[in-house]
């Protein structure tokens, strides 16, 4: 007898049971399936990356690269100097007396002669008119003594006076001609202070800030002065050369009489003014093994200021035909300087040099390269030699296509 299941039956419905278990089963080898492909696609990726990079010491390395020249080299001193004017002038007064006008402007530009002040000339034409009339006076006494001589030599040829008295008369004479000589130099001195009332420039150039006011009572020799008178035009550069340099230069000196000199700013970034030295100084200084030089400049744009702190280049000789190399192409080693030289093959090749003299940017290899030899200037932090290397600037358009791929 068959029994059926009733509605209210406790066994749950197979369909649904299989339904959901398929749909986990699903889930899961969707889930393996992207994963795979996301693993997949990082091994690639790193495999591009290390195909297009290489490890450091298996693909090549780009460098920046320059050729060695032959040329010439100028041998340059670069010291510190400072700006001295060749004449300095304190403005004072030779006589004493109150400031009656002050002709000049602070600043201003002056001519030798030039009128900078005027003192009180009053109570020196009172004197000078006082040793004038002292000076008539005593040449109207010499003229008369001259003309008693006179009568007395005649009269002593007569024998009408005596030896004694015509002695005297004649003595009397010359006295007065020493009274009236010194009456004349009193009125000459006289008028000299008058000039010395007028204080004029000394020298062409430029005259500072003023230091006395008109009104003042002024003494001659006073310290300070009325204000301070600079010759800008020419100017000096004054620096000092190490005893060891000295062979050199004053060897040069004697060839060829003078050496061309520039002055650049402190930073010796901006050129200021040429010129040229023709002296040393007459001795070293002991006390820091150098000797002085001076450089004389024309200072037509007055760009070189008194006191002024300038590095002084000064062109002793010029190496002709001599080998150049970049200065950063020099590496140090334990042997010494060396460079990276890049072969036909675009491996490198360490080699020894001889440095010589340097401006900065470029140094004369005595030894060890020749012209054409094509050297690392960038790129020798993990260079080694027979590393092989690229360079990027003798293709640029690949250069660009893998800057744009990465």
Excluded at 101 to 114: A, C, M, N, R, Y
Excluded at 228 to 244: A, G, H, K, R
Aim: aromatic share 4%.
């Amino acid at each position: 007898m068959d029994h059926k299941p009733t509605a209210s039956g406790s066994a749950p419905p197979a369909r649904p049971r299989r339904r959901w278990l398929w749909i986990i089963i699903l889930l899961l080898v969707s889930g393996l399936i992207i994963l795979s492909l996301l693993l997949h696609g990082s091994r690639q990726g790193a495999v591009r990356h290390h195909a297009r990079n290489g490890a450091p010491g298996d693909m090549p390395q780009p460098v920046a690269v320059q050729s060695v020249t032959k040329g010439d080299m100028p041998v340059v001193l670069t010291e510190l100097g400072t700006v001295i004017p060749i004449t300095t002038v304190t403005v004072q007064t030779r006589i004493d007396g109150y400031l009656m006008d002050v002709l000049f402007t602070e600043g201003q530009h002056v001519k030798k002669g030039d009128l900078l002040a005027l003192i009180d000339t009053r109570p020196y034409e009172v004197q000078l008119e006082q040793y004038e009339g002292q000076l008539r006076q005593d040449q109207a006494k010499l003229d008369q003594a001259r003309r008693d001589n006179a009568r007395y030599q005649r009269l002593i040829r007569q024998d009408s006076v005596s030896a004694m008295t015509a002695q005297d008369q004649e003595y009397t004479v010359h006295q007065l001609e020493g009274t009236v000589k010194s009456d004349q130099a009193l009125v000459d001195n006289q008028k000299l202070q008058l000039v010395y009332c007028h204080v004029t420039a000394a020298v062409d150039g430029r005259i500072g800030i003023r230091a006395v006011d008109k009104g003042n009572y002024i003494t001659a020799g006073q310290t300070s002065g009325l204000a301070t008178l600079t010759q800008m035009q020419p100017i000096s550069v004054i620096f000092t050369l190490p005893q060891d340099q000295l062979d050199q230069v004053a060897s040069r000196l004697r060839e060829v009489g003078t050496l061309p000199v520039s002055a650049w700013n402190s930073s010796n970034s901006v050129r200021l003014a040429d010129g040229s030295v023709s002296a040393l100084d007459s001795q070293i200084d002991t006390s820091t093994g150098t000797v002085r030089i001076r450089a004389i400049f024309p200072n037509e744009d007055e760009r070189l200021f008194p006191n002024q702190f300038v590095n002084a280049r000064l062109l002793v000789n010029t190496q002709h035909n001599v080998v150049i190399v970049p200065s950063n192409a020099l590496q140090t080693g334990p042997k010494g300087q060396f460079v990276y030289v890049v072969k036909s093959d675009n491996t490198v090749e360490a080699r020894d040099v001889k440095p010589g003299i340097t401006d900065g940017q470029r140094t004369v290899v005595e030894s060890g390269l020749s012209a054409g030899d094509r050297v690392v200037t960038d790129g020798t932090d993990h260079l080694r030699a027979g590393a092989k290397v690229t360079i990027p600037a003798d293709s640029p358009q690949h250069a660009d296509e893998a800057g744009h791929a990465q």
